[in-house]
T-cell receptor
Framework: KAGVTQTPRYLIKTRGQQVTLSCSPI?????VSWYQQTPGQGLQFLFE???????NKGNFPGRFSGRQFSNSRSEMNVSTLELGDSALYLC?????????????FGNGTRLTVT | ELKVEQNPLFLSMQEGKNYTIYCNYS?????LYWYRQDPGKSLESLFV?????AVKQEGRLMASLDTKARLSTLHITAAVHDLSATYFC???????????FGTGTRLQVTL
């Protein structure tokens, strides 16, 4: 069974630009969550999507947005990039997101903002 | 505000030794997770602890949960070099997949 796939693996962008990251969950998984990992703040929850609806949102500015498609694939968009957005962005999927099963994480997209 | 604290933050131990990583959390959650992360890699699920008193073991790692004390432990028995990684605990308090992660414990096992 294929794992969670994130593309691209690496991105370099300039301040002010926008970026879109993609995540394909494990087949059959309907919940997709996004996390940001930085050395300073650690792992922080961005948002979760289930059946194309945002079910939960972390404490990030509105520049961070996402969506989920009918095939459960998800995209995350960051507009007006800032230097502080440089991070590893991890996508995770689970069957239903109910908390009783672990999240399965992808390999992440490492975003560098210059 | 949800808070998850791990200690120690860094642990250097010799092969063959035993040690315990502690994870304190701030809510009444009865679900606690442990993950492992190798440098430059993603997070790998180790354990899901779903109730008070839960104990799970896999190889040289054993995790337990005490919801009354809001404490989870990850015990390492007879450490080997392959266990070198960063270990995270995380709690979940809702129906969604929103995890609050601890700061992580970087484990270095030396020969």
């Amino acid at each position: 069974k294929a794992g969670v796939t994130q593309t691209p693996r690496y991105l370099i962008k300039t301040r002010g630009q926008q970026v879109t990251l993609s995540c394909s969950p494990i087949s059959g998984h309907r919940s997709v969550s996004w996390y940001q990992q930085t050395p300073g703040q650690g792992l922080q929850f961005l948002f979760e999507y289930f059946s194309e609806t945002q079910r939960n949102k972390g404490n990030f500015p509105g520049r961070f947005s996402g969506r989920q498609f009918s095939n459960s694939r998800s995209e995350m968009n960051v507009s007006t990039l800032e230097l502080g957005d440089s991070a590893l962005y991890l996508c995770a999927s689970s069957l239903a997101g109910g908390g009783n099963s672990p999240l399965h994480f992808g390999n992440g997209t490492r975003l560098t903002v210059t | 505000e949800l808070k998850v604290e791990q200690n120690p933050l860094f642990l250097s131990m010799q092969e063959g030794k035993n040690y315990t990583i502690y994870c304190n959390y701030s809510t009444t959650s009865d679900r606690l997770y442990w993950y492992r992360q190798d440098p430059g890699k993603s997070l790998e699920s180790l354990f899901v602890l779903l109730s008070n008193g839960a104990v799970k073991q896999e190889g040289r790692l054993m995790a337990s949960l005490d919801t009354k004390a809001r404490l989870s432990t990850l015990h390492i028995t007879a450490a080997v070099h392959d266990l070198s990684a960063t270990y995270f605990c995380a709690e979940n308090t809702g129906t969604a997949s929103k995890l609050t992660f601890g700061t992580g414990t970087r484990l270095q096992v030396t020969l």
